[in-house]
Nanobody
Framework: QVHLMESGGGSVPAGASLRLSCAAS????????MGWFRQAPGKEREAGAGVRVLGGITYYHDSVKGRFTISQNNARTALYLEMNNLKAEDTAMYYC??????????????????????WGQGTQVTVSS
């Protein structure tokens, strides 16, 4: 079993920064790969960033590349998402997720939400323009 809990969301103006945190506990073999996803009202959940827990290789969706940075602590009990230069279109509920096994298949990042069995409750990020 894996337990994930997000924090750090809030309401900020465009151009601001926020740092999201995800506290992770439970079976480490089920969190080989972790990621941040987001879901805006009326839209499907989409991947933002991912990390292979052992080795620290990171992956980013084009929409956040260069603005967001995913990281983890050494104990592998926390996942972070540093978000800079926030835009109104970044407004969404942000979720932490975990999956067992690799982050990639054939070199392609597992960015489909359906491939992640473990999820937190989410933290809301609202960016005003």
């Amino acid at each position: 079993q894996v337990h994930l809990m997000e924090s750090g969301g809030g309401s900020v103006p465009a151009g601001a920064s926020l740092r999201l945190s995800c506290a992770a506990s439970g079976d480490t073999s089920n969190r080989d790969c972790m990621g941040w996803f987001r879901q805006a009202p009326g839209k499907e959940r989409e991947a933002g960033a991912g990390v292979r827990v052992l080795g620290g290789i990171t992956y980013y969706h084009d929409s956040v590349k260069g603005r967001f940075t995913i990281s983890q602590n050494n104990a592998r009990t926390a996942l972070y998402l540093e978000m800079n230069n926030l835009k109104a279109e970044d407004t969404a509920m942000y979720y932490c997720a975990a999956r067992p096994g690799p982050c990639t298949l054939g070199g392609v990042w597992y960015d489909a939400p359906s491939t992640y069995p473990y999820w937190g409750q989410g933290t809301q990020v609202t960016v005003s323009s």
